[in-house]
């Protein structure tokens, strides 16, 4: 809110007055600032202050050409505001919390004003504009912070994020929803379907923090789901009440050093104690996320027949270290070794010998959520580089004058319009087949789907950064978020399978359904 000094009046010819060091004021978006005493910390410098276009002028267009809006709204730089232009009113507004942007594409079809869609119902947009209150207001400005400092997700927001169903509402509609308020009542348990987790996920991609948003309990997402539909009572429903109440932390943890998508080549073991009764775990297991700060272990393990999938606890034998990845620590990216580690036989998940079955019945959901958040990243992507072409200006005139740019906007903005349907009509799918019917006929959609996202965000994260030219190479100022999602794209690619493996995966499953009397 302004105070009685900002709401002072000035006129233009007033503000020329203060010109010079010690007495520098300037006009940006009919507000004038005083920046006698700022100038000498300016980040920028002071010279380019006292430059005769700028000391007691209107510096609307060099401001916004260099900073982005934010830096205003800081209460440091905030308090600089002495007053307004006499008659003139400021232009341009931050989005309030909750709010829709109005840029162009910056919103999927559905949300975007006279547009309509087959698949949201009024229920979506609630639960669409509960989710965007609580991201903007609460998990935004900690994802922000630790991002950039490693440190995992504050305690205040497990809590709102528990209380609030968020934990469960990642797990997809189900019978864990039970008994949980959801977004304090919005939707009620019953009626939750995929596209409201398709909501709640590409909510929690706009924070625009690739490492603290898998730091934000993504391990349960994974992790979880077999406990869910393969673990056994009591202990079954102990971890679950655990995981979605946001007191224990799970993960899972699959890939080795030794093999990533090749699950048989896998190595570590566990073996049966002697009477029986419990699992002796051995062996390593790396880049698993939240590992670092995990309470519980969703381990994939060679048996004697086979592969089997066993819920360890951090025990004595379980020990984590942080990897150093390309994105923040605050994902709790894991190195894990399981040393002589002692399981009850009860924590077996699925049947012994049958953990491909436990795994492969996980990947299409887990892929799915992967594909709903890369969606909204790269959207997230296209309003940065929409509004930057329109208010960078490079000879005299906006960046989007340029021929080159708008051909790169228009690929960008295709890219992102097509995966975003795509997936609307895989998510569509879902809603209408069980979970069988969902992995015997969605793996292939699933996997092209998911390669297509990866693919196109690779490729608009590399138009951005042309587009930004050094800010899109720089951590701080104009291009920070597209320097984040150019350097920690290929997470996605990676993640949950590789794009190769993937494309593999879906055309094999399309030639085992190839009619047998089918010729050319
Ligand atoms: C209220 C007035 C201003 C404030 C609070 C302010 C603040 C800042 C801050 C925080 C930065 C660091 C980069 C960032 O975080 O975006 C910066 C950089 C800079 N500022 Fe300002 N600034 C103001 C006005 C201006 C004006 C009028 C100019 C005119 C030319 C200017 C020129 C620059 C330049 C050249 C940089 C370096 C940009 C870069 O490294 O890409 N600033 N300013």
């Keep these: 809110m302004a105070t009685q000094a900002q709401n002072k009046q000035f006129t233009r010819e007033e503000v020329a007055k203060h010109n010079k060091k010690g007495d520098l004021w300037v006009i940006i978006d009919a507000k004038v600032f005083d920046l006698s005493r700022f100038a000498d910390l300016h980040p920028g410098g002071v010279s380019v202050l006292l430059d005769e276009e700028i000391a007691g002028q209107d510096a609307t267009e060099a401001f916004f050409g260099l900073h982005r809006h934010e830096v205003l709204l800081k209460p440091q730089y905030a308090r600089l505001q002495i007053g307004s232009i006499t008659g003139e009113t400021a232009e341009i507004t931050a989005p309030k919390p909750g709010e829709l942007s109005k ?62 169903g968020v934990i469960a509402m990642r797990m997809g509609p189900g019978k864990h929803l039970q008994g949980q308020k959801l977004l304090g009542g919005v939707i009620a348990p019953e009626e939750f379907d995929y596209f409201h987790e398709l909501i709640v996920h590409q909510e929690i991609s706009r924070t625009g923090a690739r490492g603290y948003g898998d730091g934000l309990l993504s391990g349960a997402v994974i992790g979880l789901p077999p406990v869910l539909n393969f673990g056994q009572e009591p202990l079954r429903s102990k971890v679950v009440a655990e995981v979605l109440s946001g007191q224990k932390v799970i993960c899972l943890a699959i890939s080795e050093a030794f093999a990533g998508s090749d699950v048989a080549g896998l190595k570590t073991s566990a073996v049966k104690t002697p009477d029986g009764k419990h699992w002796i775990v051995n062996g390593t ?41 390309s994105y923040s620590a605050a994902a709790g990216t894991a190195f ?42 790269q959207r997230l992507v296209v309003e940065e580089c929409l509004k ?67 693919r196109t965000a690779q490729e608009t994260a590399e ?58």
């Design 103 to 164: 840029v162009p594409y910056a919103e999927p079809t559905w949300l975007t004003p006279v547009f309509s869609s087959p698949y949201f119902k009024p229920s979506h947009r609630e639960v669409q504009k509960a989710m965007r209150k609580f991201i903007d207001e609460v998990v935004y400005p900690d994802a922000q912070l630790h991002e950039e400092d490693g440190k995992r997700v504050s305690p205040h927001v497990v809590k709102a994020m528990a209380e609030l």
């Design 285 to 325: 297991k790396k880049w698993i996320t939240n590992g670092v700060f995990s309470d519980y272990f969703t381990v994939g393990c060679r048996t004697e027949g086979g592969f089997t999938v066993i819920l360890v606890e951090r025990s004595e034998g379980v020990e984590t270290k942080a990897i150093k990845t």
């Design 336 to 377: 894990v070794t399981f040393d002589n580690v002692l399981v009850p036989v009860e924590n077996t998940l699925g049947s012994e010998d049958g953990g491909l079955l436990v795994m492969l019945s996980n990947f299409n959901h887990e892929r799915w959520v992967m594909c709903a958040s890369s969606a909204r990243g």
């Design 388 to 454: 930057w072409a329109n208010q960078r200006m490079v000879f005299g005139k906006p960046l989007v004058a340029q021929a080159v740019v708008r051909s790169k906007l228009a690929s960008m903005i295709a890219r992102c319009e097509a995966t975003q349907n795509w997936l609307e009509n895989v998510t569509h799918q879902m809603n209408n087949m069980s979970y069988k019917e969902q992995s015997n006929h969605l793996a292939g959609q699933i996997a092209f789907l998911k390669m297509y996202c990866t």
């Design 463 to 520: 138009d951005a950064t042309q587009l930004f030219g050094g800010r899109g190479i720089t951590r701080t100022g104009m291009g920070r978020f597209v320097e984040h999602y150019h350097r920690t794209v290929p997470f996605d690619a990676l993640l949950g399978g590789a794009e190769d493996v993937l494309a593999d995966l879906g055309v094999r499953q399309a030639m085992r359904k190839m009619p047998k009397n089918s010729r050319l």
